[in-house]
């Protein structure tokens, strides 16, 4: 029995009448996209890699790399509306390594430059607060997941963490070794080595 729901169109306009289609690039007899007058987007993504496919309600869906990887194990979040909208939206610590992946695989133009550092923004915002929160276990969890997935990975990693001031890569590769230290894996295999003495002191404290 295959699930049903009324046109996502007549759903959104429910919420606010000035949403329309946005036609998809690859076929323009499909919608991915549905953006209001007030400039809020809707899109409807999906982790597959071929063209975009049918969702529910009449949408299609766009293939999103690594979306699989930032879906993963979710949590519970309410959606500031009315009286509160539950959902569920990606773990802080996977959004932000997701954000420093497609941050360096965007295609190089002016819209692709301005989109890779809004979201090395995003992630760098994240990171700090989960930083100051000292949820670097969490953080070191989310990135040796994806370092693990191979080299085009790591090699997206490291090219935008690249990007930061000296002060927060520090920051951060000293965070990241601690957590991994803390999971039971080796700094050094994840790029951390120069760290390592600082994750060994880290993990002799007393505690």
Request: hydrophobic fraction near 40%; glycine fraction near 6%.
């Amino acid at each position: 029995i295959k699930d049903s729901m009324p046109p996502i169109l007549d759903v959104l306009r429910q919420v606010d009448p000035t949403f329309r289609e946005v036609p998809s690039q690859a076929d323009g007899r499909l919608s991915t996209r549905f953006v209001s007058r007030g400039n809020f987007n809707v899109e409807f993504l999906t982790p597959n890699q071929s063209s975009d496919e049918q969702a529910l309600g009449g949408a299609a869906a766009s293939p999103l790399r690594f979306l699989d990887y930032l879906i993963y194990q979710p949590i519970r979040a309410v959606l500031l509306h009315g009286a509160g909208v539950a959902v569920l939206v990606p773990s802080p610590e996977r959004y932000a390594i997701h954000k420093l992946i497609v941050g360096s695989r965007r295609k190089v133009d002016r819209d692709a430059t301005a989109k890779s550092a809004k979201d090395r923004l995003q992630a760098r915002s994240i990171i700090e607060a989960m930083i100051a929160n000292r949820q670097h276990a969490d953080l070191a969890s989310a990135l040796t997941e994806a370092w693990d997935r191979g080299d085009q990975w790591r090699a997206a990693i490291r090219t935008s963490i690249a990007t930061y001031d000296d002060d927060l890569q520090s920051s951060l590769r000293t965070e990241l070794a601690k957590g991994v230290t803390e999971l039971g894996s080796d700094p050094a295999g994840y790029d951390l080595s120069d760290k390592l003495a600082t994750a060994e002191a880290y993990q002799s404290r007393p505690k």
